[in-house]
């Protein structure tokens, strides 16, 4: 009787330790996302001085002379996009390596957070939160808020949002 107690306690152990199916995805998908985003951005630190300020200026020299045949509340809409595309794209160069880096950052949390996750460790959740954090108000902080960055990081925040939600649904299973 004492074997049957000491074989029912160990599977009771296993059960309670067993990862659901659901944070498994979430942390699979967040491994490849997040792995890609990491290449991504060491990458980035590589061809950095690819695009230059002229070339921004004759697109936008083409942009204007472009938007003579739209009307005006068009156009104060495009310019307004092209103000914020500017800005952003000038601030984008000027900072290109702490952003990569703070993208690389993020990214490496995000892995972190993940793996811990995937451990059944609470700390990943958290780890995975600051990751999320860190990749949208450092970006936002550097680049400025406008119109596009908005749209940008907005997007971002809407589905780190989602995710963050997702694993704190499996909270209950992180010790």
């Known amino acids: 009787m004492t074997d049957q107690a000491i074989d029912s306690s160990q599977e009771f152990k296993v059960e309670k330790n067993k990862r659901p199916t659901f944070l498994t995805v979430l942390c699979i998908l967040t491994f490849v996302v997040s792995g890609y985003n990491f290449f991504e951005s060491a990458f980035g630190l590589f061809v950095t001085d690819s695009f230059d300020q002229s070339q921004w200026t004759e697109i936008s020299e083409q942009m204007s002379e472009a938007m003579n045949d739209v009307d005006s509340e068009s156009r104060e809409v495009i310019e307004r996009m092209m103000n914020a595309a500017s800005e952003t794209i000038v601030a984008g160069m000027e900072n290109a390596m702490v952003l990569g880096l703070v993208e690389m950052l993020a990214a490496a949390l995000s892995v972190i957070g993940a793996l811990l996750m995937f451990k059944l460790k609470m700390g990943g959740y958290y780890t995975y939160i600051l990751a999320?954090?860190?990749?949208?108000?450092?970006?936002?902080a550097i680049l400025g808020v406008n119109?596009?960055?908005?749209?940008?990081f907005g997007f971002a925040a809407f589905v780190s949002i989602v995710f963050i939600i997702l694993y704190g649904l499996n909270a209950k299973h992180l010790s």
């Open 132 to 140: 999320k954090l860190v990749g949208v108000i450092v970006p936002l």
């Open 147 to 152: 119109l596009l960055t908005g749209i940008i």
